[in-house]
Nanobody
Framework: QVQLVESGGGLVQAGGSLRVSCAASGSILSIITINEMGWYRQAPGKQRELVAIIYRNGSTNYADSVKGRFTISRDNLKSTVYLQMDSLKPEDTAVYYC?????????WGQGTQVTVSS
């Protein structure tokens, strides 16, 4: 089993920046089977949506709405994934969830609130 713990959310003004982190812990055998880690977000009244993914080989994928503003990265030694969010907009306000996928399992963190004021 893998546990994901997010941190770093908060309140920021439009145009500002935040970095959220997701630390994976648990069984080493489970962690090394993770193929991708990513960030999703869910705004009030909306469905959860993909924000960014980073794959085992280091390749990344972003939602069109965040391309050029958000950057996903990882520290393999710390089993941690980061999402650097720049030029934040009020429409980026949501609960941000960390996700990790292996061939057999799909893990989620508890979420961290990001609020962007106009």
């Amino acid at each position: 089993q893998v546990q994901l713990v997010e941190s770093g959310g908060g309140l920021v003004q439009a145009g500002g920046s935040l970095r959220v982190s997701c630390a994976a812990s648990g069984s080493i055998l489970s962690i090394i089977t993770i193929n991708e880690m990513g960030w999703y977000r869910q705004a009030p009244g909306k469905q959860r949506e993909l924000v960014a993914i980073i794959y085992r080989n280091g390749s990344t994928n972003y939602a069109d709405s965040v391309k050029g503003r958000f950057t996903i990265s990882r520290d393999n030694l710390k089993s941690t994934v980061y999402l650097q969010m720049d030029s934040l907009k009020p429409e980026d306000t949501a609960v941000y969830y960390c996700n990790a996928k292996s061939r057999q399992n799909d893990y989620w963190g508890q979420g961290t609130q990001v609020t962007v004021s106009s």
